[in-house]
């Protein structure tokens, strides 16, 4: 029977997408591990891999479409032995499962909306149908597969269904569930563009990055209880000490920057003070062990914030040389979901534009968030009460309160200061 290809959830924040480009035609055979589509996200242009083989027997969605609706029939796939009749004699709904999955080169492909059904709660566990590598994720995760619901052909448990599975917040009470939705209505354009109708003005459509980052920012602010603390670090001796390391580095074309030590800084001081090393699930607290920052990295349209693994174990120079290679392919749009998604805090820094401070949002499920002025000479008081000049640095850090207290928040930004004002103990 013909089965309907489904536009696929790519993001944990995606609700729909634009059909970029087909890349099989009507009439061509499909294998598991083709790449049928290139779908365009809220934030990059993903490739859409096979995990069943057939004939693209009919495109729904031509390419170039925009705003296509998650689960949305975007083609129809062909079984051995079926033709285009097929597809026209086929009942209403008999072709429900998606012949694609989000398993895409390590990509993870989260549904949005409610899968295909699952088979019976009381089927036996050895009858619960997975590819290999979700069983293998699954388990490494420690995940119930019975508790997964399959979005691949015939409910089958596909890798994004695993990755949906493992980042899914845990559900809150009704009470909370009914506090999240009373949320306040969005400004209505009906309302606001007539208040400049004799005005010259530009309207501009916001597309699926502008879109996400107002939502979440917006339920960040909302229902994130933010609380700030500020402190203010000499950075001299790491000027000095970047100064050094980059003249030996010459050679071999490697140049740390001022946000390459902050990065190492934020992951040793994570190390330092496990407790904030955490993140607000709903109804519980998960404390990481390793030290994951998100780092803001601006692009023509929004931001992203790549994540930098295992931060407090790797060099400056890795990290100088990951962060250059994530930051390029952010601009580019071409970062996998699990390169942006994940960590425990983030680092935004504005100070290469002269921001002497400012307080960021906290990008959920962070507990917390480090906004970096620029470095400016300033009068300081010495050690023995004269009062000389110093390079200093203003650094806030913004904190889930639910997450981080404020003893817990000044340890931690303490230790962040501590390492900046002595570098050399970022290299041990």
């Known amino acids: 029977m013909p089965t309907e290809i489904l536009m696929p959830a790519l993001s944990p924040t995606m609700e729909e997408g634009n059909l970029a480009r087909w890349l099989k035609a009507e009439g061509d055979a ?45 083609a129809v796939l062909l079984a051995e032995g079926e033709s285009a009749e097929d597809i026209e004699t086929a009942p209403a709904g008999s072709a429900a499962s998606s012949a694609l999955s989000g398993d895409v080169g390590g990509s993870p492909a989260v549904k949005a909306s409610p899968a295909p059904r699952p088979a019976p709660e009381t089927a036996p ?12 994720i699954a388990a490494e995760r420690g995940l119930d597969l019975g508790a997964i619901r399959g979005s691949g052909p015939h ?27 009373a949320k306040p209505a969005p400004t209505d354009a009906g309302r606001v563009a007539p208040l400049y109708a004799d005005r010259a003005h530009e309207e501009i459509a916001l597309d699926g990055m502008r879109k996400t980052i107002a939502a979440r920012l917006t339920e960040a602010k909302q229902t ?14 790491l000027l000095d000490l970047r100064k050094q390391m980059n003249a030996g580095l010459a050679k071999r074309d490697i140049k740390l920057s001022v946000n390459d030590f902050i ?10 003070v496990p407790d904030a090393n955490a993140v607000w699930a709903g109804d519980r607290i998960l404390r990481l062990r390793p030290s994951d920052v998100a780092v803001a990295v601006a692009i023509e349209g929004g931001l992203f914030t790549p994540v930098v693994r295992d931060a407090d174990s790797k060099s400056l120079s890795a990290i100088s040389a990951e962060m250059k290679d994530l930051a390029g392919r952010a601009r580019d749009r071409k970062l996998a ?9 983030a680092v ?33 008081v010495g050690g023995d009460g004269a009062v000389t000049t110093a390079t200093t640095m203003a650094l806030t850090l913004s904190v889930d309160h639910r997450v981080i207290d404020g003893a817990l928040g000044a ?17 041990a």
């Open 30 to 74: 499909i294998a598991a591990g083709d790449i049928i589509a290139e779908i365009e996200t809220d934030k990059a242009v993903m490739e859409f891999e096979a995990v069943d083989e057939g004939r693209l027997g009919r495109v729904l969605i031509p390419e170039g479409t925009e705003g296509v609706k998650v689960n949305t029939p975007i």
């Open 125 to 136: 566990q050895d009858r619960v149908f997975a590819s290999p590598l979700a069983r293998r």
């Open 155 to 181: 409910g089958r448990i596909v890798k994004a269904d695993v990755a949906a599975a493992a980042a899914a917040p845990a559900p809150t009470s009704p009470e909370r569930a009914e506090e999240a939705v």
């Open 224 to 237: 994130i209880p933010h609380f700030y603390l500020r402190r203010t670090a000499r950075i001299d001796a």
């Open 263 to 272: 990065i190492k800084a934020v992951a040793t001081a994570l190390q330092a």
């Open 337 to 345: 979901p699990q390169e942006y998604l994940g960590g425990s805090t």
């Open 348 to 380: 935004s820094n504005l100070g290469m534009y002269g921001i002497e401070n400012f307080d960021a949002v906290i990008n959920p499920p962070h507990g917390s968030i480090l906004a970096v002025g620029a470095g400016v000479p300033s009068p300081v």
């Open 411 to 427: 340890q931690f930004l303490g230790a962040i200061v501590d390492g900046l004002q002595a570098p050399l103990a970022l290299l």
